[in-house]
Every structure is written in C-alpha cells, then in structure tokens.
C-alpha cells in the first residue's frame, strides 16, 4: 500500500530544551446524540485560568448550536483536568451548583478516587483548581454514576478504559452499524503520537501506561478503518490511521 498523498502527523512543532518538542492544541468538547440522548463529552476549561488560557464558553458554544443546559441528559468526563471538567459547575466561593441541572455526571471511579485523595493536598494542584474540583465533587452528589470499561452511556456510545495520562482516564466509542470512531480526551495529546509511538504528553502521569492505552487504540483504529480524535487536535479533528511503507501515517478526514 502507497503512503498516503497527504499525510498530517502534526500541526506545529517548536523546540523545548528538555524534551525535544511540542505542539500546538487547543481544549475541545464534544456533544452527540444518540437513541433521543444527548450526552456532553468533556466540558473544557470553564472558569478556570489554566496556564494563561481560560475558558467559559462552553454554554454560549451549546447555544449556537440550539442547545441549553437543561436538554443536557448526561455528562460524561474523560478525566478530571479542569480544563476537561470545568463547566461540570459552577463554583462561587462556598456556593457550587451543576451546570446541566438535568444531568448525569460519569468518569471512572479510579479517577474519582485519585482525584479525592491526597493529590489534592499536593502542589501540583493550584488554590483555585483546588477550590472548583471541591465545590464540582459537592454539587454532582447524588448525579455522579461512576463508569467502567465496556460501559453504555447511551444506545452505541461505550466507555474505552485508556489509562496513563491519569489514573482512570478513559475515552469513549461511537458505534453504528460497523462503523466505529474513538473520542480518546488525552489519552493522545496530538496527532503526532500516531506515528512517533514513543513520544508522550507531557501531562502523562505514567508515561509507560499511556502509551500502552495509546498503542491498543490506534491498533484496532488502524485494523478497522475507525475514526479517532482527542481533545487537543487542533479543530477536533477526526481521522484514521494509515499503514503504508513499514509505517504509519495520520490522515485527517
């Protein structure tokens, strides 16, 4: 098989002293419909500055689109990053309330648990992302269903365990007829990945681990003709992974 006429492995690169590279991203959400269902994936960086970028559009966003925070009817985190779970609420001081009133909240319970720990005593953490994840946990009691690998969120949307880049992150699987696409958060941090197998995020936690998860995905993507995306391809872009001249090439579609 020819390599494709236009392979896209990335956006941008630029040097880092440390690590040889990065590229450019951007923090995506995705909302999709299925058997009458309308489930959020992910719900961006929300009110929180994270690393000189901020966020809050994401209900303006919904609204372009025609859909308000109540039609919500689930909310399915990939892991609990704030700029991933910050429109989960919306905190103000001791005052915390769920941003789709009408809505489940699911991610792993290992995510959970990592996350209610005692990384949260931990400098990593900043006061203010310390301060949301607190008020987020209080307002989605009694809405928070924790999810595990294989599990339907909705009619064809499954959950994809991808553990690494934290401890219980996990994606998710659109199906239809034979047709597959993968949502994978951060468990690919840009296209890149695809081909370079050995590079990692720098945001991974086990680095190892998340290039395992990585590994299985874009196998089955490459056996299947699957689509895949993750949060911080530029535009959310969907594509399929290639095999031609002994390796892989990313193709946007």
């Not at 941008?12 to 299925?34: D, F, H, I, N, Q």
């Not at 966003?61 to 991933?84: C, M, Q, R």
């Not at 998860?213 to 391809?233: C, D, K």
Request: glycine share 12%.
């Amino acid at each position: 098989m020819a390599p494709p006429a236009r392979p896209a492995p990335c956006t941008s690169r630029v040097p880092l002293p440390s690590s040889g590279s990065r590229t450019s991203a951007g923090w995506t959400t995705k909302e999709t419909r299925s058997a009458g269902k309308t489930v959020l994936i992910d719900t961006g960086l929300g009110q929180i500055n994270m690393m000189g970028f901020t966020g809050g559009s994401l209900i303006s966003e919904l609204a372009s689109v025609g859909v308000k925070p109540e039609e919500i009817d689930a909310v399915f985190v990939t892991h609990l990053h704030v700029d991933h779970c910050g429109t989960v609420a919306h905190v103000q001081g001791d005052t915390a309330r769920p941003a789709f009133p009408n809505a489940t909240y699911s991610w792993t319970a290992e995510e959970q648990s990592h996350w209610t720990g005692s990384v949260m005593d931990s400098a990593f953490i900043t006061a203010d992302q310390k301060a949301y994840l607190k008020g987020m946990f209080s307002s989605v009691e009694g809405r928070f269903e924790p999810v595990k690998d294989g599990q339907a969120l909705a009619p064809g949307l499954n959950v994809i365990s991808t553990p690494g880049h934290t401890p219980g992150h996990a994606g998710v699987v659109l199906s239809s007829g034979a047709d597959r696409a993968f949502i994978l958060g951060d468990a690919i941090s840009c296209p890149v990945q695809l081909t370079e197998t050995e590079w990692s995020g720098l945001g991974d936690m086990d680095p190892k681990l998340a290039r395992q998860s990585q590994e299985v995905v874009v196998r089955e993507a490459e056996a299947t003709g699957a689509l895949l995306t993750a949060a911080h391809f530029p535009g959310l872009t969907f594509g399929r992974v290639l095999m031609g001249e002994g390796r892989r090439y990313w193709q946007p579609v």
